[in-house]
């Protein structure tokens, strides 16, 4: 059977209109670093073009030789600036620093990525294989939730998490905000995309 780790791991559905505190499991991703903004940085392009190439190789790789078929996971990002108000209030994307993620099943190797990036490479389509990793990535304890709309239209709900949510429960914010893009952005209209946002927390004084 095609495991579908979207509707297996609880952490990859989030409610719409509230937030909730979930325990996020320890995962392994495909990761590339960058800085800009998201909608002219050919940084960012390029990070898009290689990992999802990687990630198909990976399933194909991991059917065909291992035996275990799998839907490929949905895109993700950390995002982080030196002014974290560039993220609710002056939304200044040039000063955004990004990771952009794929998820892999634990059973995949840093073996099987090598010889997945040496299958992409002999395409000579993804221009950011030197930047590409496997790395493990463990957020823990986390509040989320479902934003449907445009990625622009994120401001007032971070805002509202970050100092309204999380200090209300006595947590405090302790890694870089997280978005899951349950949509695909090239064929959905702004006013439907579907992302969980994501807040790494900790016990405040703890």
Same mark, same amino acid.
């Given at each position: ?118 299958? @992409? ?21 986390? @509040? ?12 007032? @709900? ?49």
């Amino acid at each position: 059977m095609k495991a579908d780790f979207k509707k297996q791991i609880e952490t990859y559905t989030a409610p719409r209109g509230r937030f909730e505190v979930v325990t996020v499991p320890a995962m392994q991703f495909l990761m590339i670093d960058g800085h800009g903004d998201p909608n002219t940085s050919r940084a960012y392009q390029d990070a898009l073009t290689t990992i999802y190439p990687v990630a198909y190789k990976l399933k194909f790789l991991s059917k065909g030789e291992l035996g275990h078929d799998y839907v490929v996971m949905p895109l993700e990002g950390l995002w982080w600036s030196a002014d974290m108000d560039s993220f609710t209030s002056a939304r200044d994307k040039s000063q955004w620093d990004w990771t952009m993620l794929n998820m892999v099943p634990d059973w995949i190797s840093h073996d099987h990525v090598d010889a997945a990036r040496r299958a @992409v490479a002999a395409t000579g389509k993804a221009p950011a294989l030197d930047a590409l990793r496997l790395e493990p990535f463990d957020e823990g304890l986390s @509040v989320q939730t479902l934003h449907l709309g445009s990625y622009d239209d994120e401001a007032p @709900v971070l805002d509202t998490m970050h100092t309204e949510f999380i200090p209300a429960r006595s947590l405090r914010m302790t890694g870089k905000h997280h978005e899951i893009y349950l949509s695909d952005s090239r064929r959905t209209a702004p006013s439907k995309l579907r992302t969980i946002l994501r807040q790494p927390v900790a016990q405040a004084g703890g």
